[in-house]
């Protein structure tokens, strides 16, 4: 049976491909001790109180079709979030409500992904490495996908407006994670502007995947959307966020994707045909998650204080970046693949090789470097675990090295 070849060239997805490599090895565990699975981005803070209750009271909207786009009260509620967290009037008909990030950054690729640019092939810009839904995004759309390196060189996040002008000139979309998923890093104001800029320039949109957005350091991450919006470039911006990690929430699958009204009337009308829904329980607890801003303030400082134990633990080791936001390690390792075995066989510990994050580009997979690491696990397990992680990987290190 023939199967299409715009998806054939896809690596396995990282965590069947981490299976695999650790099959077979047992792990190194003392007395006592139990595997620490530092692999999957999913928060393991309190989910917010209220949820059961929520869930409880609304529980006969299971026995009922939902509205596609959104309850009002929850796009309500989105647009107030907005509006007090980025200083947005972003009206209901702006906001769509998802099932998480990962659905809307590939549904509005193919609702917004035109098939000629210029009268080319249209290019998807992202940064190398990625969360890798937006790899099979632009597959679906038969763009080419460009991947830019976001390398400690580039601050970790990609250097677009570097590419060459007619690349630029036939890019549909550009794909952008801040906080980065795995990097940490932060697009700050100025980056963002030069970024939609250029996007007006060449006549591109921006997708901006913010689902990190609410676990930072120091100050809270500019909002593309805000930013595009004080340069007057509403409509070269599309955002995406979620409640799995800010409200603690990833079972829940609760998103929401926002825009200029033209962008996101082409987006509402795709998932007219083709969405899922969110059920009314879901979005009823959704709506007192945007509401509630303790419970993110709560989870917030539980991560600070595992920056400072990785600061503590890692601080002086060669290549260390200290997190900015999010919640991963991006540790520089001679070999990622090597590290996660020998982590697992002498600590049992799992982490994610930084290669199955990124994509080779002329012979050089940026992340092949590097492990991901993700600091979701209590303060008290994290210790201990990092103490390990150091042990086998680093000690016997020089301060200063590298």
């Known amino acids: ?5 715009r998806f054939s060239n896809l690596p396995d ?24 699975v530092l692999t999957i981005g999913e928060p393991r803070h309190a989910m917010p109180d209220f949820v059961a209750g929520i869930m409880a009271a609304n529980i006969e909207g299971f026995a009922k079709y939902p509205p596609n786009e959104g309850v009002p009260g929850l796009l309500s509620a989105i647009g107030d979030w907005l509006g007090g967290r980025y200083g947005l009037d972003v009206a209901p008909d702006r906001i769509m409500a998802l099932n998480g990030t990962r659905e809307g950054l590939f549904n509005a690729a193919l609702a917004l992904c035109p098939e000629r640019k210029n009268g080319q092939r249209p290019a998807i810009l992202i940064p190398n490495p990625f969360y890798q839904v937006y ?4 597959a679906a759309v038969q763009a080419e996908p460009v991947f830019v390196p976001a390398t400690p060189e580039t601050g970790n996040l990609p250097d677009y407006a570097a590419l060459a002008p007619e690349v630029l000139d036939r890019t549909a979309i550009a794909y952008l994670c801040s906080p980065a998923n795995p990097q940490g890093a932060i697009a700050d104001r100025d980056y963002l502007e030069q970024l939609i800029a250029l996007a007006d320039r060449h006549d591109f949109l921006v997708f901006a995947d913010e689902c990190y957005s609410e676990i930072w350091r120091d100050a809270p991450p500019p909002g593309a959307l805000a930013v595009a919006t004080d ?16 409200s603690n929430l990833p079972g829940l699958r609760s998103g929401f994707v926002a825009g200029s009204t033209a962008n996101i009337t082409q987006i509402r009308r795709l998932r007219a045909y083709a969405g899922a829904p969110l059920s009314l329980p879901t979005q009823a607890v959704s709506e007192a998650a945007w509401r509630d801003e303790a419970h993110v303030a709560v989870s917030r ?31 520089p390792v001679a070999d990622g693949e090597d590290a996660a075995k020998t982590l697992w066989a002498q600590a049992g510990i799992q982490v994610l090789p930084g290669a199955y994050l990124s994509r080779e580009v002329d012979g050089h997979n940026p992340g092949k470097g590097f492990i991901r690491v993700a600091l979701v696990a209590d303060a008290e397990q994290t210790e201990p675990a990092l103490q390990r992680l150091r042990a086998v990987l680093y000690d016997g290190m020089t301060d200063g090295e590298g």
């Open 1 to 5: 049976m023939a199967i299409p070849e």
């Open 13 to 36: 997805y990282a965590f069947p491909r981490l299976r695999a490599l650790l099959s077979g090895i047992e792990p190194g565990l003392k007395h006592g001790e139990s595997p620490t």
């Open 135 to 138: 790899a099979v995004a632009a």
């Open 231 to 246: 340069m007057g470039l509403a409509d070269r911006v599309v955002i995406f966020n979620s409640l799995s990690k800010r």
């Open 301 to 331: 400082d539980l991560y600070r204080q595992k920056y400072e134990i990785a600061d503590r633990v890692l601080g002086n080791v060669p290549g260390y970046r200290p997190i900015q936001g999010g919640f991963f390690l991006w540790l």
